[in-house]
């Protein structure tokens, strides 16, 4: 069966502190892997998705970066954190349910930054 | 780019209350819809879906929702709410002209009083 594993589950940084946010699939090849942030009353906002290693769409101009060095792997970086980077980190890749396209979440990285 | 709109940000109810929470999105072609649920502590997970067909769909827990194409809208409901429907609830599209895209809206929390 397919897993999806993201770490760290929470992650405390200065401001102007690197990131690196990990998100792993198994059970599948080729997946259509996700990053969306998750702020209280916002949503989930789509930062950016990968069709492919070395494929990376970004949504959002931000402070963020993703890069896909595996197949399998999805990580989301920056190089100087800022405050504003705060929130609730989602990685998903795209699966097949009942014939039709759906996400499938991992359980999420929360990042403060101080 | 697509938007998805939920218009209930914060719902209180009593068990056995019946449940509708509003969803509008701007997308004119084809779509696919969500409904996405986090309960407390745990994973995004999928409610429902809808890709084509009898614009009526049931998903878990006595969850159904209705595609109504000329309201662009995809409302949840459910005739009689329990005390662990207490969650998050997330309303999603996928459109045409990108299908890789999954745009989400401000999520509606929901609390039923036991």
């Known amino acids: 069966s397919q897993t999806i594993h993201q770490w760290p589950a929470t992650l405390v940084q200065p401001v102007g502190s690197p990131l690196s946010l990990e998100c792993t699939v198994e059970g599948t090849s080729n997946p259509n892997l996700y990053w969306y942030r998750q702020a209280a009353g916002r949503g989930l906002q789509l930062l950016f998705y990968s069709v492919g290693i070395g494929q990376i769409s970004s949504e959002v101009p931000q402070n963020l970066s993703a890069s896909r060095p595996q197949d399998r792997q999805f990580i989301l970086s920056s190089k100087k954190l800022l405050l504003s980077d705060s929130g609730f980190y989602l990685c998903?890749?795209?699966?097949?349910?009942?014939?039709?396209?759906?996400?499938?979440f991992g359980a999420g990285s929360r990042l403060t930054v101080l | 780019a697509q938007s998805v709109s939920q218009h209930n940000h914060h719902v209180i109810l009593s068990e056995a209350a019946s449940l509708e929470l509003g969803c509008n999105y701007s997308y004119g072609g084809t779509v696919n819809l969500f409904w996405y649920v986090q309960y407390p502590g745990q994973h995004l997970q999928l409610l429902l879906k809808y890709f084509s067909g009898d614009p009526l769909v049931k998903g878990i827990k006595g969850f159904e929702a209705e595609f109504i194409k000329s309201k662009f809208s995809f409302n949840l409901r459910k005739p009689s709410v329990q005390w662990s429907d207490t969650a998050e609830y997330f309303c999603a599209v996928n459109a045409g002209g990108n299908f890789n895209k999954f745009y989400f809206g401000s999520g509606t929390k929901l609390n039923v009083k036991p």
């Open positions: 998903a890749w795209r699966s097949r349910v009942s014939g039709a396209n759906v996400l499938t």
